[in-house]
C-alpha cells in the first residue's frame, strides 16, 4: 500500500457526461500529480499540483481541469467525455519538495469506461 | 474499427533465474530515473531509483544501470520468483526541478514456476 487513496475505484459512464475523481496523497506530501494510461498511450503525465498551486502541465486536454485543496487532496475534473476518454486514471504523490526529483508513490488507480 | 496498442516487449524466464530489462531514454538533460512494477489491476509501484551522478544502485534482489553515454537503463533482478511477474516501467524525471515523469512503454516479464 502506497498511502496514496482514490476514489472511485471504477466508474462508468456516457459521452458527454463529466465525471470527478479524487485523490488523498500520502500524509505529509505537497505534490500531487495526474496520470493517465491508456492502452494506445501507455503512461502519460497530465498536471501536477504542489500545496495547492499548478506546477507542471503535461498533456492534458483542455475539457480536463484539476485542483488541489487546501487538505492536500485534489480532484481531477472530466468534462464532455469521450470514447477514447477510457482509461486509469492514477494520481501520485511526493515529499515535500517541489516535486523536483522525488519519488512518486502512485494509488490505484480509477477505471474509467465511457460508454 | 480495429483497436491500436501499444505492443510491449515480453521477457519469459524460469524462476531462479536472473532476469535483465532494458531501457532507452532520449533527453540527455535527464538526471533522475526511477524503476517501477505494476501489477495487473494495480497502480504503479516504486521499486528503485538512480541519479544522474551514479552509474549503478543496489536494492534488495535489484539492480539498477545508467549509462548515459548511450542514454540507456537496465533493471537486473536476481533470483526472479513468480511475484516478480508484472509490467516493469523505467520512467525519466527529466532535468527540471519539477516532478513530471515520462514513462517507457513498459516490459512485460512472466516467470514460469
Known amino acids: 500500500d502506497s498511502g496514496v487513496t482514490q476514489t472511485p475505484k471504477h466508474l462508468i459512464t456516457a459521452t458527454g457526461q463529466r465525471v470527478t475523481l479524487r485523490c488523498s496523497p500520502r500524509?505529509?506530501?505537497?505534490?500531487v500529480y495526474w496520470y493517465q494510461q491508456s492502452l494506445d498511450q501507455g503512461l502519460q503525465f497530465l498536471i501536477q499540483?504542489?500545496?495547492?498551486?499548478?506546477?507542471a502541465k503535461g498533456n492534458i486536454l483542455e475539457r480536463f481541469s484539476a485542483q488541489q485543496f487546501p487538505d492536500l487532496h485534489s480532484e481531477l475534473n472530466l468534462s464532455s467525455l469521450e470514447l477514447g476518454d477510457s482509461a486509469l486514471y492514477f494520481c501520485?504523490?511526493?515529499?515535500?519538495?517541489?516535486?523536483?526529483?522525488?519519488?512518486?508513490?502512485f494509488g490505484p488507480g480509477t477505471r474509467l469506461l465511457v460508454l | 474499427g480495429e483497436s491500436v496498442g501499444l505492443h510491449l516487449p515480453t521477457l519469459s524466464v524460469q524462476e531462479g533465474d536472473n532476469s535483465i530489462i532494458n531501457c532507452a531514454y532520449s533527453n540527455s538533460a535527464s538526471d533522475y530515473f526511477i524503476w517501477y512494477k505494476q501489477e495487473s489491476g494495480k497502480g504503479p509501484q516504486f521499486i528503485i531509483d538512480?541519479?544522474?551522478?551514479?552509474d549503478k544502485r543496489q536494492g534488495q534482489r535489484v539492480t539498477v544501470l545508467l549509462n548515459k553515454t548511450v542514454k540507456h537503463l537496465s533493471l537486473q533482478i536476481a533470483a526472479t520468483q513468480p511475484g516478480d511477474s508484472a509490467v516493469y516501467f523505467c520512467?525519466?524525471?527529466?532535468?527540471?526541478?519539477?516532478?513530471?515523469?515520462?514513462f517507457g512503454q513498459g516490459t512485460i516479464l512472466t516467470v514460469h514456476p
Open positions: 500524509s505529509g506530501d505537497l505534490s
Open positions: 538512480i541519479r544522474s551522478n551514479m
Open positions: 499540483y504542489y500545496n495547492g498551486e499548478e506546477r
Open positions: 501520485a504523490s511526493s515529499g515535500r519538495g517541489e516535486g523536483g526529483q522525488e519519488t512518486q508513490y
Open positions: 520512467a525519466d524525471g527529466g532535468g527540471t526541478s519539477y516532478g513530471k515523469l515520462t
